[in-house]
C-alpha cells in the first residue's frame, strides 16, 4: 500500500506567521513530491515540488524533504489570508506515473 | 494554453440515470488522470491512461464506472446507473511524460450530485 498521510487540521496560524504543513509517506521507492493548493470550490493547483533530500525554496514556500524519515514538509513565512486553503501532498511513485494523494491539511490564516 | 477542460461543471442528475463526464487534457500531454473527491475519502484516482491506453483502473469502484480514451483530446468517465454514493466532484487531470517530474495538471473538476 502506498500511502501518504496529512494531518488533516485544521491548521490555525495567525497572519504573518509561519505555518508548517506536514506529509509522511510509507513507500521509500517514492521519488517526487509535490504540494497542491486547493481552494474551496475549487481544483488542486500546484505550489512546489521537490525530489532531493533538504530544502527548496521559492518565494514564502519552502519544501522539506528528508528521505531517511520519510517526511515531506512545506514551510509558508509570511502567512496570508489567502493562503487559507487545503493543502495536499502527493508522492509519485515508480514505475507507475500516477501520484499518491494524502487527505490535506487545512489551514486558516487568522487577518 | 488551455489547460484542462471539463465538462460539464456541474451535474445534477436522479438515481439510476447514466452520467457522461467529459475531458479534454492540454494539448500534447499522454497522460490523463480521472480522480474523485469527497470529504470522507479525499482524492482518489480511478484510472489513468497514457497514449490513450488504459494503464491502471484498479480504483474504479465497480462495474457501474467506465472509461474511455478514444483520441489524444478526448476522455469520458462514464457511471450507468448512477447512485447517490457517487455524489462528488471528478476531477480530470493530465501531465506529460517527458518533463522531469511528470506533474500533474488539473481541470476546474465535475460537481455531481445524484439524488
Known amino acids: 500500500q502506498k500511502e501518504v498521510e496529512q494531518n488533516s487540521g485544521p491548521l490555525s496560524v495567525p497572519e504573518g506567521a509561519i505555518a508548517s504543513l506536514n506529509c509522511t509517506y510509507s513507500d521509500r521507492g517514492s521519488q517526487s513530491f509535490f504540494w497542491y493548493r486547493q481552494y474551496s470550490g475549487k481544483s488542486p493547483e500546484l505550489i512546489m515540488f521537490?525530489?532531493?533530500?533538504g530544502d527548496k525554496e521559492d518565494g514564502r514556500f519552502t519544501a522539506q524533504l528528508n528521505k531517511a524519515s520519510q517526511y515531506v514538509s512545506l514551510l509558508i513565512r509570511d502567512s496570508q489570508p489567502s493562503d487559507s486553503a487545503t493543502y495536499l501532498c502527493a508522492a509519485r511513485t515508480p514505475p507507475g506515473n500516477q501520484f499518491y494523494f494524502g487527505t490535506g491539511t487545512s489551514l486558516t490564516v487568522i487577518p | 494554453d488551455a489547460g484542462v477542460i471539463q465538462s460539464p461543471r456541474h451535474e445534477v442528475t436522479e438515481m439510476g440515470q447514466e452520467v457522461t463526464l467529459r475531458c479534454k487534457p492540454i494539448s500534447g500531454h499522454d497522460y490523463l488522470f480521472w480522480y474523485r473527491q469527497t470529504m470522507m475519502r479525499g482524492l482518489e484516482l480511478l484510472i489513468y491512461?497514457?497514449?490513450?491506453?488504459?494503464?491502471?483502473d484498479s480504483g474504479m469502484p465497480e462495474d457501474r464506472f467506465s472509461a474511455k480514451m478514444p483520441n489524444a483530446s478526448f476522455s469520458t468517465l462514464k457511471i450507468q446507473p448512477s447512485e447517490p454514493r457517487d455524489s462528488a466532484v471528478y476531477f480530470c487531470?493530465?501531465?506529460?511524460?517527458?518533463?522531469?517530474?511528470?506533474?500533474?495538471?488539473f481541470g476546474p473538476g465535475t460537481r455531481l450530485t445524484v439524488l
Open positions: 521537490i525530489y532531493s533530500n
Open positions: 491512461f497514457n497514449n490513450n491506453v488504459p494503464i491502471d
Open positions: 487531470a493530465s501531465s506529460l511524460e517527458s518533463r522531469p517530474l511528470n506533474e500533474q495538471f
